[in-house]
């Protein structure tokens, strides 16, 4: 069974740029969530997916933005990229029924310089 | 708003050795998570707690919950340099919609 696959691993970009993530989650999970790790803020939540729909927000500029596809895979994208947005993306999956957990991908290294 | 807190935050110790790392939060949550991360990868669940007194054991790692005390427990049994890595927990407060809030962690370095 496939993973949650996130592309792509690695990005560096310039201030001022934009950036699009991608994430893929296990077959059959619809409910599709994002965070940011950095070494000073830790692992913070930026937003989750439901079907399509935006169901909750982190606390977050309106810079970063997300979306999801009929299919359940989404993207996220951050505009007029900061030094501060250099960190770790993390998206992860889950059935939201049954007790089970998420599941991460192997997240995108973005390095803004 | 939610808060998670881990202590301790730095962990040294010798192989063989027994420990336990906590896991407080400030509000109700219907679930709590423990999740491993190695230097430069992902996040790899490890436990799913979903309801008071609930333990999970896996190898050398049992994992506790008290909801009342609003309080979880990763203890380490004999511990072996594999282990070496570090250690979050997180909490979701509704229903799983409201995404993980994540305490800050803790770095496990196991001495052989």
């Known amino acids: 069974k496939a993973g949650v696959t996130q592309t792509p691993r690695y990005l560096i970009k310039t201030r001022g740029q934009q950036v699009t993530l991608s994430c893929s989650p296990i077959?059959?999970?619809?409910?599709v969530s994002w965070y940011q790790q950095t070494p000073g803020q830790g692992l913070q939540f930026l937003f989750e997916?439901?079907?399509?729909?935006?169901?909750n927000k982190g606390n977050f500029p309106g810079r970063f933005s997300g979306r999801q596809f009929s299919n359940s895979r989404s993207e996220m994208n951050v505009s007029t990229l900061e030094l501060g947005d250099s960190a770790l993306y993390l998206c992860?999956?889950?059935?939201?029924?049954?007790?089970?957990?998420?599941?991460f991908g192997s997240g995108t290294r973005l390095t803004v310089v | 708003e939610l808060k998670v807190e881990q202590n301790p935050l730095f962990l040294s110790m010798q192989e063989g050795k027994n420990y336990t790392i906590y896991c407080n939060y400030s509000?109700?949550?219907?679930?709590l998570y423990w999740y491993r991360q190695d230097p430069g990868k992902s996040l790899e669940s490890l436990f799913v707690?979903?309801?008071?007194?609930a333990v999970k054991q896996e190898g050398r790692l049992m994992a506790s919950l008290d909801t009342k005390a609003r309080l979880s427990t990763l203890h380490i049994t004999a511990a072996v340099h594999d282990l070496s890595a570090t250690y979050f927990c997180?909490?979701?407060?509704?229903?799983?919609?409201?995404?993980?809030?994540f305490g800050k962690g803790t770095h496990l370095i196991i001495q052989p």
């Open positions: 992860a999956s889950t059935l939201l029924t049954g007790g089970r957990g998420y599941t």
């Open positions: 077959s059959g999970h619809r409910s």
């Open positions: 997916y439901f079907s399509e729909t935006q169901r």
């Open positions: 509000t109700t949550s219907d679930r």
């Open positions: 707690l979903l309801s008071n007194g």
């Open positions: 997180a909490v979701n407060s509704g229903g799983g919609a409201d995404g993980l809030t």
